[in-house]
């Protein structure tokens, strides 16, 4: 490189000049996806055709958890279904109560002409890797496009909330789980009915409550559930569960930090739930028209 | 440039036989195949990043043959595949190769111990271009952890050196007691 005299053979550019013309490129889409979220489509095609690749990639570790099912032994499995078959019927005593409360509740509901909250479709994926990008908490899961999954679709194991969806492709799609720093989930207390929002801090295993005053009623041990008023999350699936509280006068907020409740990235298997039939308005939409009014009420009720 | 076809294929005093495009080709695939394979916990910070050594290794030995085009698309892969943003590892890839083609002749000069320490600062420093983007666009640090991946990689490079040649000894290499 260093010494080359005049070039015999025709290279074309040199090296330098091809790695300016790339480093340019690279930061110019750096750019547009960190700011605009431009080249998604680039990346849709990108994705199908890492798919196979994806596929070669998990097979030894998807034939080893085979072999080692194949290898349990006969006193476990008898264990296994006993358990099971327990759980069923406590569950079925369950469900049947359920099934009584959800008449009850729609017939109520019904009475006070209050619109009900419509049950969601669900979908099983399964969690096809964790990308190795430390910066952030994703998954990927095998629905995508093809099976008419869509962005903003909310994602959950049996134990609770663990992401939505945030990038579909046409074979896989991405989910953010809740510890992603980007996420932040509307949450209500089960114990005292305060609603807050957690926030992901980044990191695994733990979400952050912001904005809550040191006076409000918030203990330890706390289960929150989702409030349901975002739209994306249908209200009372468990998202955390309140593991430290810092309460200090000399700050407004109190820092409060809780453990998330769904196997975060642990499970092979989550759910994905179909979006919402009816969502709510689009805010930034109706926010020009409502304060306005509410200004005009309000300066006009006290003169009269 | 004056080093000859087969000069190319001389190194530490063995001739090997000419590299197939075709083997370049597989030896990358399969370094993609490695890095998607998931792993879990703690093996994911310390699992190497195959396609950078891969990478590292062909512009040590075969400078001519891979391209940063080559580096780019590959890093282009990758993004999409961890799901980072469009054009980092591609980026990172491209300065990296870059630094091996430019530095070639001394890393092939060098006993191994020597090439490690080589290889290990090209790798950290293409790990601390990525981990500078990522902060610039909003990242959090994720720890001094996020560089054990570079150290794994360089400890491998004398396997790697010596899996690679493996298919590009001369026959008569083995009759050799």
């Known amino acids: 490189m260093q ?31 960190a700011r605009f979220r431009y080249g998604e489509n680039v990346r849709a095609i990108v994705s199908v055709a890492l798919y196979p690749l994806q596929q070669a ?96 679709q909310a994602v959950i194991d049996h134990l609770g909330v663990v992401g939505q969806i945030t990038r579909v492709f046409p074979l896989v799609s991405e989910v953010s789980l809740i510890t992603d720093k980007s996420q932040s989930v509307p949450v209500q207390d089960v114990r005292s009915g305060l609603r807050a929002v957690t926030f992901g801090l980044g990191h695994d295993g733990a979400l952050e409550l912001r904005f809550i005053p040191v006076n409000s009623d918030i203990q330890i041990g706390d289960v929150l559930v989702t409030s ?33 409740t769904a196997g ?33 009420t309000r300066k006009r009720t006290p003169a009269p | 440039m004056s080093r000859s076809a087969l000069g190319d294929n001389i190194h530490g005093g063995e001739i090997l036989l000419p590299v197939r495009t075709g083997y370049i080709v597989l030896t990358l695939v399969v370094a993609v195949v490695l890095d998607l394979v998931p792993m879990p916990g703690w093996l994911a910070w310390v699992w190497p990043d195959f396609v950078a050594i891969a990478l590292v290794y062909w512009g040590v030995f075969q400078p001519r043959r891979v391209g940063l085009l080559v580096a780019w698309v590959l890093g282009l892969l990758m993004d999409v595949a961890d799901a980072s943003l469009f054009g980092q590892h591609a980026l990172a890839y491209c300065l990296l190769l870059y630094g091996a083609i430019f530095l070639h002749r001394r890393i092939q000069m060098f006993p191994l111990a020597y090439q490690v320490a080589h290889v290990a600062v090209m790798l950290l420093g293409q790990q601390l271009l990525q981990l500078l983007l990522r902060l610039a666009a909003g990242g959090d640090f994720p720890g001094i952890t996020y560089f054990a991946s570079s150290l794994t990689a360089a400890a491998l490079w004398p396997v790697l050196v010596a899996l690679l040649r493996l298919p590009l000894r001369r026959r008569s290499d083995s009759d050799v007691p």
């Open chain 1, 3 to 33: 010494d080359s005299p005049a070039p015999i053979f025709k290279r074309g550019p040199s090296p330098a000049v091809r790695l300016a013309f790339f480093s340019l490129l690279s930061l110019v889409m750096l750019v547009a996806d």
């Open chain 1, 57 to 152: 990639a998990a097979m030894p570790g998807m034939l080893l958890s085979r072999a080692g099912e194949f290898f349990v032994t006969q006193a476990s499995l008898v264990s296994e279904n006993n358990k099971l078959r327990r759980e069923a019927l406590d569950s079925a005593a369950r469900m049947l109560r359920l099934q009584a409360l959800e008449t009850e509740n729609a017939q109520l509901h019904r009475l006070l002409d209050a619109p009900l909250v419509p049950d969601r479709k669900s979908r099983v994926a399964t969690v096809l890797y964790e990308p190795r990008d430390p910066f952030t908490r994703r998954i990927i899961i095998d629905q995508g496009l093809t099976t008419d999954v869509s962005a903003g």
């Open chain 1, 228 to 260: 349901g008023i975002d739209g994306t999350y249908p209200p009372g699936l468990p998202v955390a569960v309140v593991a430290n509280i810092e309460r200090n006068a000399a700050f407004a907020f109190a820092r409060i930090t809780c453990t998330p």
């Open chain 1, 264 to 296: 975060l990235a642990n499970y092979r298997h989550v759910v994905v739930l179909s979006p919402p039939d009816v969502l709510p308005p689009d805010p930034t939409k109706t926010k020009v028209e409502t304060p306005v009014e509410t200004r005009t």
